[in-house]
């Protein structure tokens, strides 16, 4: 097969400092290649080069053939070129048929038509999203689809996917790996990022791994091991599979009652649920989209209002307690840790140390106790060191950060304010497979240490593998509870959709 895509010994560097270096990776037609790596290894560099978004320092790119560097992602678009982002590149206040089309000429003028050329495209595709809907409105599952409707559009030949299944249900994930098989069977070829070992191992023809900017190997996918693979990526064999740990915990006994939701309603996301949290523990919450459970721990920290009649009543340490903003809660010692750090999580131009800093800020309990940015530098060096932060400069902004280290750095910015109650929702979304390993341990360690700690997430694996005490939602209540001796992926399955 003939390679549409070559890098020759590339090097990508960042003010001297190399994000990428000597990097030979092949595309071939027609395959899809998976990328893989820890957080920072230079997976997303290495893909934007492509897409036109850096320049290489060093080295040289060939696409079909001939040397390119596309000046931006248009241009790269104009030679077949198409990312779908790790955050997505639409714009919201537009329609899906607007942005499908966007960069065609004359297609303001052309409302009508867009509209219904988008239908047909999205239909060809199969994608269930109305075209005069508003791209705000849309979640991610079809945001992506509007992107990749988009690429279809303008001819896209190779398509660069960033992290695609994070964010998305499992049934959305079927639907993906059908419509990148579809891409394929079409002549496309495609690279794929993730993080999800399972989905490379089923989906790619070949897999290709980056360690600290180096690529260390390319081969079949055949020739591949879950093991291989995080052998490869971590330069170390992991002590024990992370999901693994066959022997059975003893669940740690719950201490004092920190959080209890008493008939806690809010629209029609959560209806009448009912729960409790307690100290020295940690209580996984399972649930299947739209189950309710991130709207819950908003409601309990002061993100999210609940009904304003008979919305219910929350108690924190026994005493009821309504938060108008989330700053109620924090000062009341309660950290929310979204799975959304682009939304609410970091500030964007500061630093590592700002950020937390700025965390800091945020809790003004005791005035008294404001800090110096020296002592937030400390700190931030120390959460760097505890979270395994890897930054290629120190100071580095937000914006320069790998995806998974910004997952990092919204944690330590929560933590640093040293919370009784906190709540982790998907903390090891996009973070790669040794992090997942450090955070967990984090995690654990903030039960030993006695604070109440809960754990929202979709992993079942990872529910199991992290929590004392499962509490499984469906439509807006909490309907079973169990321990995580009795519990088993089969029980907590069937309380989620039955
Ligand atoms: N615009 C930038 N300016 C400076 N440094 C950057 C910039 N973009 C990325 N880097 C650095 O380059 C390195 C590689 O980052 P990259 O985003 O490619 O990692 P990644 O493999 O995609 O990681 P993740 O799995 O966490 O998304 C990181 O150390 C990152 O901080
Ligand atoms: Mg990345």
Redesign the pocket.
């Known amino acids: 097969m003939s390679n549409i895509v070559e890098f020759r010994n590339a090097t990508k560097k960042f003010r001297s400092v190399a994000a990428f270096r000597n990097v030979d990776f092949t595309l071939r037609k027609g395959e899809i290649h998976a990328l893989l790596g820890e957080?920072?290894a230079g997976?997303?560099?290495l893909t934007k080069v492509l897409a036109g978004l850096y320049p290489l320092s060093e080295g040289e790119m060939l696409v079909e053939g001939k040397p390119r560097s596309f000046g931006s992602p248009a241009e790269a678009l104009s030679h077949g070129v198409a990312m779908v982002f790790?955050e997505t590149n639409l714009i919201p206040s537009m329609t899906v048929a607007q942005n499908i089309f966007l960069g065609e000429e004359n297609f303001f003028n052309r409302l009508r038509g867009v509209n219904i050329r988008a239908q047909q495209q999205l239909q060809r595709l199969s994608f269930h999203v109305e075209p005069t809907a508003l791209v705000s409105s849309l979640g991610a599952a079809k945001k992506q689809m509007v992107e990749i409707a988009r690429a279809v559009q303008h001819n896209a030949r190779i398509f660069i996917f960033?992290?695609p299944t994070a964010t998305l249900t499992p049934e959305e994930k079927q639907h993906f790996f059908a419509l990148i098989e579809r891409l394929k069977a079409d002549g496309g070829s495609i690279i794929f990022?993730s993080h999800a070992l399972e989905e490379a191992l089923a989906v790619a023809d070949r897999i290709s791994i980056l360690r600290d900017g180096e690529l260390v190997v390319t081969d079949e996918t055949r020739n591949f091991t879950r093991q291989r693979i995080v052998q490869s990526m971590v330069g170390r064999q992991l002590e024990n599979e992370l999901y693994g740990g066959a022997e059975r915990r003893v669940a740690r006994p719950a201490g004092r009652k920190v959080l209890a939701l008493e008939n806690v309603s809010m629209g029609k996301t959560v209806r009448s649920a009912t729960m409790s949290v307690f100290a020295g523990q940690i209580t996984g919450m399972f649930g299947l989209v739209g189950a309710g459970r991130t709207e819950m721990m908003k409601i309990a920290a002061g993100v999210l209002k609940r009904d304003f009649f008979h919305g219910g009543r929350i108690r924190l340490n026994g005493r009821a307690v309504r938060f108008s903003q989330p700053r109620g809660a924090v000062n009341n010692r309660i950290a929310y840790i979204t799975e959304d750090r682009k939304l609410d999580g970091l500030f964007d131009t500061m630093d590592i140390a700002q950020n937390i800093f700025y965390g800091k800020l945020a809790k003004r309990a005791n005035p008294v106790s404001v800090v110096t940015m020296s002592e937030a530098r400390r700190e931030a060096a120390e959460w760097i060191r505890r979270l395994g932060i890897r930054t290629i400069r120190e100071n580095a902004r937000v914006v320069e950060l790998?995806?998974?280290t910004q997952q990092k750095v919204v944690i330590a910015k929560s933590l640093i304010q040293a919370p009784d109650l906190i709540i982790f929702d998907e903390p090891t979304r996009?973070v790669d497979v040794g992090a997942i390993a450090e955070i967990h341990e984090l995690i654990q360690e903030l039960a030993d240490a006695g604070a109440a700690v809960v754990v929202i997430s979709s992993y079942l694996p990872e529910i199991l593998a992290i929590s004392d005490r499962i509490l499984v939602a469906r439509q807006g209540r909490i309907v079973e509870e169990m321990s995580v001796e009795e519990a088993s992926e089969e029980k907590i399955m069937y309380a989620a959709v039955h």
Request: cysteine-free.
């Open positions: 957080n920072g997976k997303s560099t790790q960033d992290e990022i790998s995806g998974g996009g």
